[in-house]
């Protein structure tokens, strides 16, 4: 019933930016909150930072300075603008959100991942 589609990930160089997007499709009334986690090699997945409908955003103490979080409700649609890249921001990004359907069903949706690989 809901789909969410990431984009935007790929290889950049340390130093360098990326825009990830994220869409929510589907039989959607409203999205409440959305958020960005990533998930390293043999690492567990980390949330990066979640952001209500009205805009509030809360990020992991380690990620404020250089992530920031947005959306377009408009859009259904969620970003992360990461700069200052580092290797060690090589993962794969996942968004996630919670959906309510038009049938007030409530959906705890995650994307397919997009591949982000910093480059030294």
């Known amino acids: 019933q809901v789909q969410l589609v990431e984009s935007g990930g790929g290889l950049v160089q340390a130093g360098g930016s990326l825009r990830l997007s994220c869409a929510a499709s589907?039989?959607?009334?409203?999205?409440?909150?959305m958020g960005w986690y990533r998930q390293a090699p043999g690492k567990q997945r980390e949330l990066i930072a979640t952001i209500t409908h009205s805009g509030t955003a809360n990020y992991a103490d380690s990620k404020k300075d250089r992530f920031t979080i947005s959306r377009d409700n408009a859009k259904n649609t969620v970003y992360l603008q990461m700069d200052t890249l580092k290797p060690e921001d090589t993962a794969v990004y996942y968004c996630?959100?919670?959906?309510?359907?038009?049938?007030?069903?409530?959906?705890?949706?995650w994307g397919q991942g997009t591949q982000v690989t910093v480059s030294s």
């Open positions: 996630n959100a919670e959906v309510v359907t038009k049938t007030f069903e409530v959906f705890d949706s």
């Open positions: 589907g039989n959607i009334l409203e999205i409440n909150l």
